[in-house]
């Protein structure tokens, strides 16, 4: 999984907090993504991202396909790791 690892985690937070945020961040959050993505089909938000409700006045890009999406998560992912995030 691309996620946190469990034992770091544990070893951060202890056992019941540690393994909360680990299944959160290695399966809650991916699971809802992909629940978003692929069965939703709502606009994502580049300011307010997927998880957070987009209000009326919001005037951020929205993107409206799954390849626009996808394509951003990897520009995303890519900025990470260029600012060693990742």
Same mark, same amino acid.
């Not at 991916?30 to 629940?35: D, S, Y």
């Not at 409206?64 to 394509?71: G, S």
């Given at each position: 999984?691309?996620?946190?690892?469990?034992?770091?985690?544990?070893?951060?937070?202890?056992?019941?907090?540690?393994?909360? %945020? #680990?299944?959160?961040?290695?399966?809650? @959050?991916?699971? !809802?993504?992909?629940?978003?993505?692929? =069965?939703?089909?709502?606009?994502?938000?580049?300011?307010?991202?997927? %998880? #957070?409700?987009?209000?009326?006045?919001? @005037?951020?890009? !929205?993107?409206?396909?799954?390849?626009? =999406?996808?394509?951003?998560?990897?520009?995303?992912?890519?900025?990470?790791?260029?600012?060693?995030?990742?």
């Amino acid at each position: 999984m691309n996620g946190v690892d469990l034992r770091t985690s544990i070893k951060l937070f202890g056992f019941k907090d540690g393994f909360s %945020f #680990w299944f959160k961040w290695s399966f809650s @959050d991916p699971i !809802k993504e992909w629940w978003w993505l692929n =069965i939703t089909h709502k606009p994502y938000c580049l300011e307010h991202g997927f %998880f #957070w409700p987009c209000p009326e006045g919001c @005037d951020a890009k !929205k993107l409206y396909t799954k390849k626009e =999406i996808l394509a951003q998560f990897q520009k995303n992912i890519e900025k990470g790791r260029a600012e060693g995030f990742y």
